[in-house]
């Protein structure tokens, strides 16, 4: 997996959730740092955590990984992937992509994602739930250009569509944080294990 950085979104506005969601916790850690422990498993040393410019509670938080401040992160998730991959090292081979509010993607999951990636034709893996594609999701470099010319609230979703995109079935990826109910639902879920 050398060269292979993931790429953690961490900039979002929580709208929906109505306060910084990330802070929240999950078995008594913050889901931002539960979401970058999950990543530094997979790739030590190689995790890079897009940021909006004035969440100085997640920079601090965030010792010993490469932070990227996306100043436009009020414009959508497209200008973090952006942000993120302009800034990642010029010997990447590849990048995985982790929104921070999948709190149930494991380890165990990005591991399986890396491994399917070199038997994409695309040049794309990415996980499967629920019927659709979606993130996490590995990209080669061959996509960067495209990736990082990404804007407003244009994901990299549109580029998973392509032809020869390994589909790897993720069922912990259908699980996100975007309200407060969600949240209050996967804590019953775990505590019920």
Request: net charge negative; charged share 20%; with cysteine.
């Amino acid at each position: 997996m050398s060269g292979t950085a993931i790429l953690v979104l961490a900039a979002g506005a929580a709208a929906r959730f109505g306060a910084p969601k990330l802070r929240e916790e999950i078995d008594g850690t913050s889901i931002l740092a539960g979401r970058v422990a999950v990543a530094e498993e997979v790739a030590p040393g190689n995790v890079h955590v897009v940021l909006a410019a004035d969440d100085a509670w997640a920079r601090d938080c965030l010792r010993g990984v490469h932070v990227v401040i996306n100043e436009r992160a009020a414009e959508g998730q497209g200008t973090s992937v952006a942000a993120g991959v302009r800034s990642l090292p010029g010997g990447t081979d590849a990048v995985l992509i982790l929104p921070a509010d999948q709190v149930a993607v494991t380890a165990a999951d990005l591991t399986t994602l890396l491994a399917a990636h070199p038997n994409s034709a695309a040049g794309i893996a990415c996980a499967l739930y629920d019927g659709t594609r979606g993130a996490p999701a590995v990209f080669s470099r061959s996509w960067f250009g495209r990736l990082a010319a990404l804007t407003a609230d244009r994901g990299a979703k549109e580029l998973l569509a392509a032809a020869g995109v390994r589909l790897v079935e993720l069922p912990n990826a259908a699980i996100d944080i975007d309200t407060r109910a969600d949240l209050d639902a996967y804590r019953s879920l775990r505590a019920a294990r």
